[in-house]
Structures are given as C-alpha cells and as structure tokens.
C-alpha cells in the first residue's frame, strides 16, 4: 500500500538552531499539506501546495517557517530559528487529484510524521 | 483556527459497547469526514460523508450528518481494544478546499 514518507521521526534541537523536515508523498499526488499538531489537540494547517505552487500559507509564520516543493513532488518544511513553542508533531499529508486542479472532496493520507523537541 | 469540536474530549468504555462522539463545526461545509490517530502516529482516513448525505455506514462504523445543526456523529458499535484512539473530525468549507480539524476525541477502550 503507498504511503507518505516523513522525516526525521523524531528530532531534538535546542532553541535558536534551524530545523528542516522532508515529505515524500504518495505518487501522483498533486495535492500536499503540511500541518502542525500541538499534544492534545488536532491538526493545524500550516501551508497547502498544489503541485509545486503554494495555495495557502495564511498560517504559516512566515518569519521563521519556509516551505517548498520545487519540483511538486517532495516538500521541505524549515523552521529557523527553532523557539520552544514549535515543539510539536509536524504532519504531511497528500490527496489525489488531477494536477493543476484543486480537489477538496477526496481523502487525505497522511505520513507517520516527525515529532520535534525544541529545548 | 479550529472550525470543529468535538465532544467529549475523552471516553471510556468496556470492550464490546458502542462508543459515540459528536462534531459540531460553524460554516457550511462541502463535505465532513473522520480520521482515526494512534498514539505518535498520522492520522488515517475512516469516513467521508457529503453535505447532501445524511447517514454512511462503512462496517461497525456509523455517521450521520445534520447540517441544520451544523454537527455529526460518529458511532463505533461492539468497539474493540483496538479502537483505542484519538477520533477528528474534518470538514472543507464550501467555496474552499482546505481541511480543517476538529479538536478531537480521545477514545479509550477497555479490555
């Protein structure tokens, strides 16, 4: 069965250091989300791509988070710098669908995701 | 932000019982669907549901959808050890295709 591919699965950093996360999507994929969820509570959108153009980075705080996916297949999510209140489990998700066209009404499937601690 | 809550935040049952939870969410929607979280892990798709439907049933697994009230039901019947989860509720809003989440419901079943 395809999955999502994160990485890493878990990673530590101290406060002030750059930080990056990869995601490979499900084949084909054109549609892929990056969200953030904080322990205890559900998934928060951070950007949304389709194939390699962003559609939504209303969430995303653009002064030290940076997303891409120059070729609309995988995607980096960087953080710099780290602060303590980014520690949370940062999820990939991707959703077929015709390139170059937005579904909204298919599922999304998501990676195991990476867990970051920031001390 | 959060465009669903679900409620209760947790539950306990026995093996064997049905377990409910509910989504209220405040715009009109496209359609409403339930994701499954094991502890540490991503999220798995469970069920879809349009605005146009009102009821779906996919194995020990029911949801109705009540727009009126902008809410939905999750219900797992004869729940198992394994059930054992956090349940979101997700929806897109109509004129957007962006998904939002619930808060959550964490499901503990007891063996």
């Known amino acids: 069965e395809a999955e999502v591919a994160q990485s890493p699965r878990y990673k530590i950093t101290e406060k002030s250091q750059a930080v990056a996360f990869w995601c490979d999507p499900i084949?084909?994929?054109?549609?892929l989300y990056w969200y953030r969820q904080i322990l205890g509570q559900g998934p928060e959108l951070l950007v949304q791509f389709q194939d390699e153009s962003v559609v939504d980075d209303s969430q995303l705080p653009k002064d030290r988070f940076s997303a891409e996916r120059l070729k609309g297949v995988d995607s980096t999510l960087k953080i710099q710098p780290a602060e303590l209140g980014d520690s949370a489990m940062y999820l990939c998700?991707?959703?077929?669908?015709?390139?170059?066209?937005?579904?909204?009404?298919?599922?999304?499937?998501f990676g195991a995701g990476s867990r970051l601690t920031v001390l | 932000s959060q465009q669903g809550e679900e409620d209760p935040q947790a539950l306990s049952i026995q093996e064997g019982e049905n377990a409910t939870m509910n989504c209220s969410y405040k715009t009109s929607i496209n359609n409403l669907q339930w994701y499954r979280q094991n502890s540490g892990r991503g999220l798995v798709h469970l069920i879809l549901?349009?605005?146009?439907?009102r009821e779906k049933h996919s194995g020990r697994l029911r949801v109705t959808l009540d727009t009126s009230k902008k809410s939905s039901s999750l219900l797992i019947t004869a729940s198992r050890a394994a059930d054992t989860a956090s349940y979101f509720c997700?929806?897109?809003?109509?004129?957007?295709?962006?998904?939002?989440f619930g808060t959550g419901t964490r499901l503990k079943v007891l063996a």
């Open positions: 084949s084909g994929h054109a549609t």
């Open positions: 997700a929806t897109t809003r109509s004129g957007t295709y962006k998904y939002i």
């Open positions: 549901i349009r605005s146009n439907e």
């Open positions: 998700a991707s959703e077929s669908g015709t390139s170059g066209r937005i579904s909204g009404a298919n599922v999304l499937t």
